[in-house]
């Protein structure tokens, strides 16, 4: 269940105002520890969605976990979302305030997903042609796949580059199963 539009308003807002403040690392690394934490426990999440549970109890369990972990401004966006109600939205917030975050300073994620994970030598090199191609910063994340048997799958914003083996098996089976030969006897 998630409302990205809430999400993403809080996001901005709260970008808007780490830019104003000169604290946008600092409340970029509560995020991501609110993200990390909040992907975690699935329980903390089912917590904080509960109609059951009062807004200032959730807000307790918030501050007891991150508590002097958190920087003054997130702790007031905390305190904001529990006087609306709104604490279900904290892990999404947080996530979208990362994805903003790099848009802000131009930083591209490029995922590449391969069966085993990569040496030095060949991140390098995916970096490299990422980085060429993309005329910005880049992010590499690594993903580990072992029903690619090998090769690599890279994702790009919307683009995907699928060079694993298996793809080029249910290429395989496809032309198979599309044979046009026809035996004449």
Do not use: C
Request: proline fraction near 2%.
């Amino acid at each position: 269940m998630k409302d990205t539009k809430v999400a993403t308003r809080y996001a901005k807002s709260l970008l808007e105002l780490s830019i104003e403040l000169k604290s946008l690392e600092v409340v970029l690394a509560d995020m991501k520890l609110i993200n990390s934490v909040g992907n975690a426990n699935a329980e903390l999440v089912t917590v904080l969605r509960s109609p059951i549970i009062k807004s200032d109890k959730k807000l307790k369990i918030l501050t007891e976990i991150f508590g002097n972990h958190i920087s003054p401004i997130t702790q007031k966006l905390l305190h904001l979302l529990s006087s609306k109600s709104r604490e279900a939205y904290i892990v999404d917030i947080s996530e979208q305030f990362v994805n903003q975050y790099k848009t802000h300073k131009g930083i591209t994620t490029a995922i590449i997903s391969s069966a085993v994970s990569l040496d030095d030598v060949s991140r390098k090199r995916v970096l490299d042609l990422v980085k060429a191609s993309a005329n910005s910063e880049v992010e590499l994340e690594e993903q580990t796949r072992a029903d690619l048997i090998g090769g690599f799958v890279l994702r790009i914003g919307d683009t995907q580059v699928d060079a694993s083996v298996l793809r080029q098996i249910k290429n395989l089976k496809r032309n198979f199963s599309e044979n046009p030969y026809v035996k004449e006897f």
